[in-house]
């Protein structure tokens, strides 16, 4: 039985790729969910939910993957 790759080999510009693609699909389905909601689409709201959830689970984790520039020195003004 065959493995899985644990080595990635992706740029910066291919995690905002994705990331922006899973920012779409998640509007996507929100948008859809409202609909499910009003009764205009036969999808279930729960369904749509579940995936909702999983979009925004693997999100979190490339944000929470991220290195964010800190000055070593000095006072962080953020802003």
Known sequence: MSGYN??????IDDLELIEGA???KKTELSLKRLD???????DEPDEIDAELRGIT??????????VFYRPKSGVYVGG
Do not use: E, M
């Not at 644990?6 to 740029?11: E, G, I, N, V, Y």
């Not at 499910?36 to 036969?42: E, F, H, K, L, T």
């Open 22 to 24: 899973l920012h779409r």
């Open 6 to 11: 644990r080595t990635f080999d992706l740029s």
């Open 36 to 42: 499910a909601i009003a009764g205009s689409v036969d």
């Open 57 to 66: 689970g693997l999100l979190g984790r490339l944000h929470n993957q991220k």
